[in-house]
């Protein structure tokens, strides 16, 4: 156990880019958590997707160990954290685990519209801010520009920022300094009764799931019977430990320490984030603030393109969420998609990482269905029913609209921070997409700017768009406020006469026009020419919105064809078969699997 | 058993870029060797054969017009010894319709040729030009001329939708084709074949191909002009007064077996296929060391072959006869055709039911590979 006044707890905050993960791998270099040879490239983002992308997904730890120029070593938790609004939630978390954070500038980029989504957030946690302007080895760095960017817009002091070159190692121990000398030590009390929040939590195939925590007062150790306030739950501690990156066991965790915990937890889901761990004798009677229950927002269908995966793909979510508790599942079948899982995400990049990780590590080829938000519908009494709210989150089950006494669906407060050059098409989009506007601020060449937006409209592309039309450099954080009742109908689309369930939507009547045109020129382009014409209808009810008609081919066939020529001709046939194989068929009618996802891109108009 | 036999001249004056045939320019040939060669293959073949005397003999290639005649004399003379000869057997011998070839064209017809196809390719001299060809039209046309002198059977190729063709120039060129009074045709679309020179000129952007439309009306144009004339599609490509048509190359669209000899030759022999060493080099290694230019002899499964004929069957005027297929390969009807999709197509008007026969329609010809796509059952194809 450390003092607490030898304790520093801090995350880096950085626009994408600037430097965060590169600085993170210096430190831990410079402080000797790792030998040269045993240091890869970015050590904490250690999935394929996070690398990858460049972005963070599960929060991690490092602890560091540096003996400071006043001669006192000091327990140094560095956090990384996830960058994105479907994380939000797990972001405040381990923000609140912090005291402090470093913020991150290029010195060539300046500050940039999510260094300051990023550093209001901090602030809010009421975190001591250490600026660091990197990159300054490069020609095109002007660092003096960019303190007086940080002073001006951020309205921090950054007289005393720290100038560095995470790349090539120069103000490594500076920045190391200002973390002891600026970011206070964390407050605690060893001898009240435990209270350390969960943090985070994975699941590992040798420990099961290991738990991040923060101790907040008491002491965690081995042997422990502890509970878990929100989750009810009891288990026995039987690892304590902490990351510098490799996995180091200790014989305890004090106050103001962040490491880590196992207690043969078979299942992430009994390890909620932001839980109170707390000892099951002579525990804490208040558990600790800003605990929230994730749900899901955005649902969709998950069907494997070969039927007989069905079984395998149902082992691979299983796998999957034992390790993220934040999706749910439960099986779904579909008359032109067989059998597959109606998931629940909470939000359009978690969608994408985990469709993205079963088709990569689980080598499953997946349709993914049009994204859905929950729906909660006031149904009439019929003859043979009564009146009833029901929840939706599947087109599919819409029910008989005569029985529709109200429709409503959850809204979202957002807000945008950009450059004011892409303010005019940033109100455009949100405008489109049916918000109302709330609020409009200038900081300094910045706009920061407030939307109360349907979440329908936010769930396709709305977080694409926005990076799209700003060049990446606006910001978007969102809070959901409720729901409110809308004119919503479903939109049906029809390919050659038959209704394609898994392209069908419910949207906004004032729209539905525009979406149903959009769908039927996108799928046009989408779906090759047959043998025969093939209408594309978007329809509500019976009435047909808007068509499209994809002309029938012309020709195709080899002009030559003798003996020897065979085997081409039959590799030709075995090559039409095995691209149909990937096709789904809707009356005579193959749409290849691509169409499905890409028609559901609402996206470059 | 084979009644049919192929003989590969792989060797060409100059390559045509157009061409993804098994065709080799070199120096110099050694005509013994090469004769020799193909006797050899001829008897590794014969010996595997059942008895049955030969209905055609077709010479491809390559430029097989490019062998001198007393050569195709002793190929000839030796297969009649190993096999024997149906009466009225067809000879064919591809020919290239240059003077100097036309000259051979009587001691050919000695030799037993009964049968010449001559690659005329176009009856325009900036389209023969672009076809990379070395004669032009009026030499052609006095080729042409010779040929029907010596031979009593000749048809010749034309190559049409070429880029910026029109149906206008097009039906100029067909009906004067038509008027030299030969009764067979074989009219191919240009189709840009991977690993020639037109696909990289198409890669490069030196030409656009006549966009699939536009092919799709020249195609039907074709086919409604020399039925007019008498000389009606009875393949894709091919037109024919009745009982003119190709007998060697109706075998191999009624999936009868047929022996290939020479470089890159294919064969069907009782179920098995047979593929020679393409690279004349490398064939001549092959009967050197082993007796024979065969590469792969393989054993197609009975659903393999049940493909195979209806792809090949189904190009023809007359279709397949299911019942006949289904007997012969041992595969239930609806199993060789899927029956729901030959309905669905039917009313489509792409393909018909004719008794036992099904038969793709006017309209469904220029989209037959599609057709087939369609028509033919996945495990029937990925067995
Ligand atoms: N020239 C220079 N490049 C840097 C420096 N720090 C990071 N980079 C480069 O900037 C890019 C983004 O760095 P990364 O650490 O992944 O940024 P992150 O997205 O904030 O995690 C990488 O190509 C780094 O090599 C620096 O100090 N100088
Ligand atoms: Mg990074």
Not at chain 1, 440 to 456: K, M
Not at chain 1, 458 to 468: A, I, M, Q, T
Not at chain 2, 106 to 115: E, F, M, P, Y
Request: overall charge negative; glycine content about 8%; charged content about 25%.
């Amino acid at each position: 156990m450390t003092e607490l006044s030898q304790i520093r707890n801090f995350s880096i905050i950085a626009h994408i880019d600037h430097g965060k993960s590169t600085l993170a791998d210096r430190l831990i270099q410079f402080t000797g958590g790792l030998t040269d040879r045993e240091m890869s490239e970015q050590v904490l983002d250690n999935m394929d997707i996070e690398r990858e992308r460049g972005i963070t997904i599960k929060a991690q730890t490092v602890r560091l160990s540096y003996t400071a120029k006043d001669g006192v070593t000091y327990e140094l938790n560095l956090m990384d954290t996830p960058g994105h609004v479907d994380f939000a939630y797990e972001v405040s978390r381990s923000l609140a685990a912090c005291e402090g954070a470093l913020l991150v500038v290029d010195a060539a980029q300046g500050v940039e519209a999510q260094t300051l989504a990023n550093v209001y957030q901090s602030i809010e946690h009421d975190h001591e801010i250490v600026p660091v302007i990197n990159k300054i080895d490069l020609p095109a760095a002007e660092p003096e520009k960019v303190r007086a960017e940080i002073e001006d817009i951020i309205g921090i002091d950054a007289s005393e920022a720290v100038l560095a070159s995470a790349k090539s190692g120069i103000g490594i121990a500076e920045v190391l300094e200002a973390v002891v000398q600026k970011i206070p030590a964390p407050k605690g009390d060893r001898e009240a009764p435990l209270k350390a929040m969960l943090v985070d939590s994975w699941y590992d195939p040798y420990l099961g799931v290991v738990i991040l925590v923060r101790v907040i007062d008491g002491v965690i150790k081995k042997g422990l019977q502890v509970k878990f306030m929100q989750g009810g739950t009891q288990h026995l501690i039987d690892r304590v430990g902490c990351f510098t990156p490799k996995r180091i066991e200790l014989p305890e965790l004090g106050p103001g320490e962040i490491g880590f915990i196992t207690a043969q937890i078979k299942e992430v889901e009994q390890a909620k984030v932001g839980d109170t761990i707390t000892t099951v004798k002579g525990g804490a009677t208040e558990a600790l603030p800003g605990y929230k229950e994730v749900q899901p927002v955005v649902f969709c269908g998950l069907f494997p393109v070969d039927a007989a995966d069905f079984e395998k793909l149902r082992e691979s979510i299983g796998k999957l969420r034992l390790n993220d508790a934040s999706f749910s599942f439960e099986m779904e079948s579909s008359a032109a998609l067989g059998f597959g899982f109606r998931c629940g995400f909470l939000g359009l990049l978690h969608l994408e990482i985990i469709q993205e990780r079963l088709t990569r590590e689980y080598d499953l080829d997946l349709i993914t269905t049009a994204p859905s938000v929950v729906y909660r519908i006031q149904l009439r009494a019929s003859k043979t029913e009564d009146a009833q709210e029901i929840f939706l989150h599947n087109p599919a089950d819409y029910p008989d609209p005569s029985r529709i006494e109200t429709i409503e669906e959850p809204w979202i407060k957002a807000t945008i921070y950009t450059p004011d050059e892409y303010l005019g098409s940033i109100l455009k989009l949100c405008q489109d997409r049916r918000g109302i506007q709330t609020d409009l601020t200038y900081v300094g060449g910045r706009a920061q700017v407030s939307y109360e937006l349907p979440l329908n409209e936010v769930v396709f592309d709305f977080y694409d768009r926005l990076k799209s039309i700003s060049r990446g450099y606006a910001s978007f954080d969102y809070e959901q406020i409720g729901m409110r009742e809308g004119d919503l109908v479903k939109m049906g689309i029809m390919v050659n006469g038959d209704p394609v369930d898994a392209l069908s939507m419910i949207v906004h009547r004032s729209v539905a026009e525009e979406r149903g045109r959009h769908m039927c020129e996108r799928l046009k382009d989408l779906i090759p020419r047959h043998l025969f014409k093939i209408p594309i209808q978007a329809a509500i009810g019976g009435k047909v919105i808007a068509r499209e008609t994809i002309s029938a081919m012309r020709k195709d066939v080899t002009a030559k064809c003798y003996g020897g020529d065979i085997t081409r001709k039959k590799k030709l046939l075995e090559k039409q078969k095995k691209g149909k194989a990937k096709m789904r068929e809707y009356g005579n009618v193959s749409i290849p699997q691509e169409a499905f996802i890409a028609a559901l891109r609402m996206g470059e108009e | 058993m084979a009644r049919a036999l192929y003989i590969h001249w792989p060797f060409c004056l100059a390559k045509c870029p157009y061409c993804d045939f098994n065709s080799h320019v070199r120096d110099r040939i050694d005509v013994e060797i090469w004769r020799k060669s193909l006797h050899c293959d001829l008897r590794h073949e014969a010996e595997l054969a059942s008895g049955e005397r030969l209905e055609s003999i077709f010479f491809g290639g390559g430029t097989p017009s490019l062998m001198a005649p007393e050569l195709v004399s002793t190929l000839l003379e030796e297969a009649e010894r190993l096999w024997g000869f149906a009466p009225g057997i067809e000879i064919t011998l591809e020919a290239n319709p240059s003077s100097v070839e036309a000259s051979k064209f009587k001691d050919l017809a000695a030799a037993g040729v009964n049968r010449v196809s001559l690659g005329l390719q176009s009856l325009d001299d900036d389209a023969l030009r672009f076809l990379g060809r070395l004669h032009d039209s009026s030499e052609g046309l006095s080729a042409l001329s010779t040929a029907q002198n010596a031979f009593s059977r000749v048809t010749f190729d034309l190559i049409y939708a070429l880029p910026g063709q029109t149906p206008e120039q097009w039906q100029r060129m067909l009906e004067r084709a038509l008027s030299f009074g030969t009764s067979h045709l074989s009219l191919y679309q240009l189709t840009i074949e991977p690993g020639t020179r037109f696909a990289t000129m198409v890669r490069q952007g030196n030409f656009t191909p006549l966009d699939d439309d536009a092919a799709a009306d020249l195609f039907t144009l074709t086919r409604e002009i020399t039925a007019a004339a008498g000389l009606p599609a009875y393949e894709i490509s091919n037109h024919a007064r009745p009982r003119e048509e190709s007998r060697h190359n109706l075998t191999y669209w009624r999936y009868g077996d047929y022996v290939g000899i020479g470089p890159g030759a294919h064969g069907r022999r009782g179920g098995k296929a047979t593929v020679r060493h393409k690279k004349p080099e490398n064939w001549l290694s092959a009967i050197e060391s082993q007796g024979h230019g065969i590469a792969e002899e393989r054993v197609l499964g009975l659903n393999e072959q049940a493909s195979e004929a209806l792809l090949m069957g189904l190009r023809l005027a007359e279709g397949i006869d299911l019942q006949a297929l289904s007997a012969r390969f041992g595969i239930a009807p609806d199993a060789l055709v899927d029956q729901a999709r030959l309905n669905f197509y039917s009313a489509q008007g792409l393909v018909k039911k004719q008794g036992p026969r099904i038969i793709v329609t006017e309209a469904g010809m220029p989209l037959l590979d599609a057709l087939l796509g369609e028509l033919v059952p996945a495990d029937l194809v990925t067995a």
